[in-house]
């Protein structure tokens, strides 16, 4: 694959490797009488890269060669899917510490690269109740805002797009309530507003409900998906609530491949207005 940002020309070489599988088995109930099925499907990931840009840093060329997105992914899905646990790690932080060469991109620290995620990328835990054409969630632990588009590392790619910061809020301490009916859904979060400032770093558990994001979803048939979402952080910059506040607009529009069966993968294109900054309210939304 070949490149282009800002000018650099940066041809990129990988290998990807996958790996997946399902397991699943009956339970007994509290009672004893009926089993209460239970599934715990995993998966596993890498992808190997040399990025070749020139210029890079100091106006001269650089080639690098790394490991990526070394993630071990696993959930555990119980009483036909109404309750739901899955979690990610993420091995950059050993792989990538110092960063991934990649013109153009920015964030936590980094410059024409892209930082490692942290260890502890996603553990959720979900309860769903549906009747009828309704239904509702209820989601707690550590994860993604409900805005802007799912995380990139959900669908095969090579490079992490330049404006990965703008297209999601990753590796939050989140409470998020959806509710649906029929082709129509919203998700409203609350979250910490603070950046990761390392792999290892967790959510400051101080902040959590400081920032908040709203999501509105429609599939109006044949595959198709459009999404709007909202969002305000606290401080994102600055883990004590000193910095600037942002506010976050976006719109995405998908469509399945497999033209709406089964779950086959996503084509999506998303628009994410730059964020705009205010001085910091602690909390004056």
Same mark, same amino acid.
């Given at each position: 694959m070949r490149g282009c940002l800002r000018g650099v020309r940066a041809p990129v070489l990988a290998g990807a490797a996958l790996l997946a599988g399902p397991a699943a088995a009956a339970g007994q109930g509290a009672g004893g009488g009926g +089993?209460?099925?239970? &599934?715990?499907?995993? +998966?596993? #990931?890498? !992808?190997?890269? !040399?990025t070749h840009a020139s210029p890079a840093f100091a106006g001269e060329a650089r080639t690098e060669a790394v490991l990526t997105q070394p993630a071990l992914t696993a959930a555990l899905r119980a009483w036909g899917g109404r309750l739901e646990l899955k979690g990610m790690a993420n091995l950059e932080g050993l792989t990538i510490a110092g960063g991934e060469l990649s013109p153009g991109v920015w964030g936590e620290g980094f410059v024409d690269k892209r930082h490692p995620h942290t260890l502890l990328h996603e553990v959720v835990g979900t309860l769903r109740l549906a009747r009828g054409r309704a239904a509702a969630s209820l989601t *707690? +632990?550590?994860?993604?805002?409900?805005? +802007?588009?799912?995380?990139?590392? &959900?669908?095969?790619? *090579?490079?992490?797009? !330049?404006? @990965? @910061?703008?297209? #999601?809020?990753?590796e939050r301490a989140v409470v998020i309530g959806a509710v649906r009916y029929g082709p129509a859904a919203l998700e409203v979060g609350v979250f910490n507003g603070d950046e990761p400032e390392g792999p290892r770093d967790m959510p400051a558990v101080d902040r959590v409900g400081d920032s908040w994001a709203a999501r509105a979803t429609l599939w109006p048939g044949a595959g198709l998906e459009v999404s709007a979402s909202h969002a305000w952080l606290n401080s994102p910059e600055h883990v004590g609530g000193a910095g600037l506040d942002r506010r976050m607009w976006s719109a995405a529009a998908g469509v399945r491949l497999d033209g709406g069966a089964g779950h086959g993968r996503m084509g999506r294109y998303g628009v994410a207005r730059p964020p705009i900054a205010h001085a910091s309210g602690h909390g004056g939304h």
């Open positions: +089993g209460v099925e239970r &599934s715990w499907p995993w +998966g596993a #990931q890498a !992808v190997a890269v !040399v *707690v +632990g550590k994860g993604f805002a409900p805005y +802007g588009t799912d995380d990139p590392m &959900s669908r095969p790619f *090579v490079k992490f797009p !330049v404006n @990965h @910061h703008l297209a #999601q809020i990753p």
